[in-house]
Every structure is written in structure tokens, then in C-alpha cells.
């Protein structure tokens, strides 16, 4: 059977529409390839600005210069792109850098730098200045930092490469290489000027890509997009320095840390007559303070309160304070020789009395001084951790309170010290205007979450009082009051026959009296288990490092079991 298919006929009018639109479409598929390859750019420019210009992050940072057939990077680049805390120091007219647990000083036109103390040959003259600028060699630079520095035929151009950093290898392919499809240009599109051109088979680094192009780097140093389909991947290589890191071992907390001052102003404690406190690990006697402009260091410390510590499993953190004078302060940290002299005989102290750790303890500086209790921190810590030692600190809140807060550069502090310990007090000092809390739980914590917004929870530790103020006003309204211990004021509560109760806006209990005779209000926000409790709490809630409490001379037997740092159900177990 024939099957009958009815094929109609097209109209010769709609056939030469057809034709029409398809010539239509021909024509501006052609017109489109002529534009794309009509309009590719013959523009060549410099992509490079200046003579031996230097590569970091796939980018030109600068420019080093040639003195005495070496190169010099300038000191700008480096703080900009390897190390923003590359120092100088006026005094001693030289750069200071602290890379690890190294610090290292290259005097000015000097030939030789030190590195810890030891006498180094540089062999040529290390810290220049040329036309107002600073500079630094390449070779001392390579030296001293992670990296991998390497010249660039042709072009003479600085590629710096950090250690671990990624390196994909790849490879020009297409034989028949055009000339326009060669070049190498500043944006991903025929359209966009060229700095360079490839070969074929012409090794490269791929450094990026967009839209259907890769960004490459010739062994020139030269970079710029060519087109996807003409490069093959190859391989990827980390980056590695060969340098060998040496790694200082100390002492690791298992536990939360609970440490407690002990205030040694003229002579330690007599061993026999510490308390027990429970759940205490770590003790920071106030042995050492800056004695004089020179960096002498007064010495307090007791070889006798030593032992005992040891002997009752103690860890010891020495503490260091500034005398807390802001003059005499910038006046011993000014100069690296005087910070090394510090910082020498803190570490030999540490050595003489077996401690653990130091406790740098710098208050009432003057705003501007901060970045130089910055660098003083910084040279520290290197020495400290060379030596195994813990390092922490002592800060305050954040808040403009001049000498007292503003000096503090807490982001870089935490960059390095090992614990950072705030002083969570006071919300009304000694000579408070009006009578309140040392440190009301609200207060503490709404300035709390402010400090973790740039401090690490792990590495934050809660600075907690156990002193209490008893506040005296008189019919004038003239304010005092005097700091008492945690049983002196369950004395005076005794004798006054004051009832403490309950004050929600403070979450601590409050008592107060009158006195008729003298005519006088008391009032006292007490330090009690009560409040004491509420603080480990807060440090566990916020999963803090522990608790540091000032001092251990204002607490009761009831303090320790207060703060402890453990989890109920834990406890139960």
C-alpha cells in the first residue's frame, strides 16, 4: 500500500523571506567574527612602571634599586607587604625586625647586623637611605623572611614568593600561534592593549582566570590574559624556602587557668602561712618593676616563696611592671638598648626562680607611647618563647580613657603574646564621683563581648576582683572610700549589723548603713560567692582561657571554690 504523503508547496514570496533572513544572519555572524578580530588591539604598553620593579601577589609593589651592583628593596614595601611591624629605632639609628622568636637589629650603613645579642656579617652595607627613602638588601631580606626572592631575565623584575605559596605550571600548545592571539593583554579580551607576546611551547606560571582566558606570567616576569584553549595546565608546586623553623616547646594548659596575684610590694609571704586555694594553678608574685630610665630592673623575687610554689604544683608567672610612670616608661622603651636590657634580665630572673611564665604588667602610658609598648611587647616575646616561657599580659577595656586604656593596642598585642589578661575593674575606682560596683556583672559583660569582637575567646583571660569598696557620704555629699578583703568586709557587715540583699542591676548583693552619730551613708556592692561565681560563670559561658584574680591577699577560703571553672554535669560525674 502507497502511503500518500501531502507535502505542500512554500510560496516563492515566504521562500525569498527566508533567504532574506538567512543572508541577514550570515551577514551579521561575519559582521560579529570582523568586529572580534578587526578590532583587536595592536596597542603595546609598558607593563612594568619604572626599573627593576617588584612582583608580589601576582602585582607590581614597587621598585628596587641597584647600589654597588645589589639590589636595595625599599623599607615602604616591606612593611606594606611582608611585615607591618618592621621597626625603627631612633635612638639607636637602626632598623629592628622580630621574625619567630628572632630579633634582629641592622644599624644604619652598617656592614654587620645582630641577631640575638650575636654579631653577624652582612657583607654589605645592610640599612641605606637614597633620595628620602629606606632600603633594605635582597639578600638580607631572603635571609630573614619566609620567602623565596627570584630575578627575572629581561626585565630585571623582583618576584617574591612566600613559603607554601601555590605555583601552577603551564604550557603554551597551539603550534600555529597567531600574532594577535600571542599577546599577552592587561584585561581578559582581544579588545585590550598588550604588555608581551608567548611562543609556542614557551613554558609559563598560571596565575588566575576570566571569562574563557587564563592570567600568565612569563619567566620575564612579564603578565597579562591570552585565551584558555591555548595554555595547558601542567603541574603545581608549592613554594618552599628550605628554611627550617625552629619550634619552642611550652607549657600546655589541659585545664582552664586560674591564676591569682600575689602582691609583693616590700617582702614575699612567709610559705607557712599561704592558704589552701583550690583550683588555683598559676601564681604572679609582683617580683619585678622598672627601676630607672637605664632599664634597670628592681628584683623582689624570693627563691624561698620559689620552691614553695613548686613543691605545692604551682606554675610561677613572674609579673613585670612599668612602675606605672608614664615618663619614666618612654623614657626606658625608647631605645632597643634599653628594651634588651629589660628584657635580658627578665629572662635571667626566669632562669634564677624556675618560673613558667611572665605577666607584663604596663599601665598609665601615654596615648602616643602605645606603638612603642607594642615593640617592647613584641622583643619580649620573642625572648620569652626562645627561653619556653609562657607570655601574657595585662590590659584594660576598651574606652578613651587616656592614660589608662587608649595606649593598648589589643589586635596586635594578641598577634603576640600567648594570653591577654583584662582587667575587668574598676567601674568605680578609689575616687570615684559616685559610689558604685568595683565591676557590677552587667558592666563586665557588655565590655566583654566589646573586647572579643578582636580578641580570641581561647586566648582571653578574666581579670576578676576580690576587693570590695566601702563608700562613705556625708551630709555634703562628699564621697570616699577604701578597699577592703572579702572578710574584713563580712566583719564590718557584722558589726554594723548590715543585711545585704539582692541587687538586680548590678547582679551582686548590696548592703548599706547610717550612721547617726557620724551622719553618715555606707554603702558596700559586695564580692561574695555570689558574685564571685557569676564571673567563672561568664568565663565558661564565653569559653574565656580562665580567671586572674586581684589579689590573693583580699580573698576568704570561699573565693576559690567560687570561681571554679567547671561544668555541672562534669562535676556530678
Not at 628550605?242 to 611550652?250: A, C, L, P, T, Y
Not at 631605645?335 to 618560673?355: E, G, N, P
Not at 613584641?378 to 578613651?400: K, N, P, W, Y
Request: proline residues 4%; negative net charge.
Amino acid at each position: 500500500m502507497k502511503r500518500q504523503i501531502d507535502i505542500k508547496k512554500v510560496p516563492k514570496s515566504k521562500k525569498k523571506v527566508l533567504v532574506a533572513l538567512l543572508c541577514a544572519f550570515l551577514l551579521a555572524a561575519a559582521a560579529f567574527m570582523f568586529m572580534i578580530f578587526s578590532f583587536s588591539s595592536n596597542e603595546k604598553i609598558e607593563l612594568f612602571k619604572g626599573e627593576n620593579p617588584i612582583i608580589i601577589n601576582g602585582e607590581q609593589a614597587g621598585n628596587a634599586i641597584h647600589i654597588d651592583d645589589s639590589l636595595y628593596i625599599p623599607i615602604a614595601f616591606i612593611k606594606e607587604q611582608l611585615d607591618d611591624s618592621i621597626y625603627y629605632d631612633e635612638p639607636t639609628d637602626s632598623i629592628i625586625i622580630v621574625e619567630g622568636n628572632n630579633t634582629i637589629k641592622i644599624p644604619f650603613q652598617s656592614s654587620s647586623y645582630i641577631v640575638d645579642g650575636e654579631k653577624k656579617d652582612a657583607g654589605l652595607p645592610g640599612f641605606i637611605e637614597k633620595n628620602g627613602a629606606s632600603y633594605l638588601p635582597v639578600s638580607l631580606i631572603e635571609e630573614i623572611y619566609d620567602i623565596k626572592v627570584t630575578i627575572m631575565p629581561k626585565t630585571e623584575a623582583i618576584w617574591i614568593k612566600r613559603d607554601g605559596e601555590s605555583l601552577i605550571h603551564g604550557k603554551i600548545v597551539n603550534k600555529d600561534l597567531k600574532e594577535e592571539d600571542a599577546r599577552l593583554r592587561i584585561e581578559s579580551t582581544h579588545r585590550s592593549p598588550y604588555v608581551s607576546r608567548v611562543s609556542s611551547n614557551e613554558e609559563v606560571y598560571i596565575e588566575g582566570e576570566a571569562e574563557g582566558y587564563y592570567l600568565i606570567r612569563k619567566k620575564s616576569g612579564e603578565a597579562g590574559y591570552i585565551q584558555q584553549s591555548l595554555v595547558k595546565k601542567l603541574e603545581t608546586i608549592e613554594v618552599d624556602t628550605g628554611k627550617e623553623i625552629k619550634e619552642v616547646e611550652r607549657p600546655i594548659y589541659d585545664e582552664p587557668i586560674h591564676l591569682t596575684w600575689e602582691a609583693v610590694y616590700t617582702k614575699n609571704p612567709k610559705t607557712s602561712s599561704m592558704p589552701d586555694m583550690p583550683g588555683v594553678n598559676i601564681l604572679s608574685p609582683t617580683w619585678f618593676e622598672l627601676e630607672n630610665e637605664k632599664g634597670k630592673v628592681k628584683n623582689l623575687a624570693s627563691k624561698e616563696f620559689a620552691s614553695w610554689a613548686s613543691e605545692e604544683g604551682y606554675k610561677l608567672w613572674g609579673l613585670f611592671s612599668n612602675a606605672f610612670d608614664p615618663d619614666l616608661t618612654h623614657a626606658a622603651l625608647q631605645s632597643f638598648d634599653t628594651r634588651k636590657a629589660i628584657i635580658d634580665q627578665l629572662v635571667s630572673f626566669s632562669k634564677q626562680y624556675k618560673m613558667e611564665g611572665i605577666n607584663i604588667d604596663i599601665e598609665n602610658v601615654n596615648e602616643e607611647d602605645g606603638p612603642l609598648i607594642t615593640q617592647f611587647v613584641r622583643e619580649a616575646s620573642a625572648a620569652f618563647h626562645q627561653e619556653g616561657l609562657i607570655v601574657s599580659m595585662d590590659i584594660t577595656f576598651i574606652s578613651s580613657s587616656g592614660n589608662w586604656s587608649a595606649f593598648y593596642e589589643r589586635e596586635k598585642l594578641a598577634e603576640i603574646v600567648d594570653y591577654l589578661v583584662v582587667m575587668a575593674y574598676d567601674e568605680h575606682w578609689a575616687t570615684s564621683p559616685v559610689a558604685g560596683s568595683v565591676a557590677s556583672i552587667p558592666w563586665v559583660e557588655n565590655n566583654l563581648q566589646q573586647l572579643l569582637e578582636i580578641v580570641p575567646n581561647e586566648q582571653l583571660i578574666l581579670g576578676v576582683p576580690l576587693y570590695t569598696r566601702i563608700w562613705e557620704e556625708n551630709e555634703a555629699g562628699e564621697i570616699s572610700s577604701k578597699a577592703v578583703s572579702m572578710s574584713k568586709v563580712k566583719e564590718w557587715l557584722e558589726d554594723k549589723n548590715a543585711q545585704p540583699r539582692y541587687d538586680a542591676d548590678t547582679g551582686q548583693n548590696y548592703a548599706e548603713h547610717y550612721d547617726e552619730e557620724e551622719r553618715k551613708l555606707y554603702k558596700v556592692w559586695l564580692e561574695d560567692e555570689l558574685s564571685l561565681s557569676k564571673r567563672a560563670e561568664l568565663a565558661m559561658d564565653y569559653e574565656l582561657a580562665g580567671v586572674a584574680t586581684w589579689s590573693r591577699y583580699f580573698a576568704d577560703e570561699t573565693a576559690w571554690t567560687a570561681l571554679k571553672m567547671e561544668d555541672e554535669n562534669e562535676e556530678k560525674q
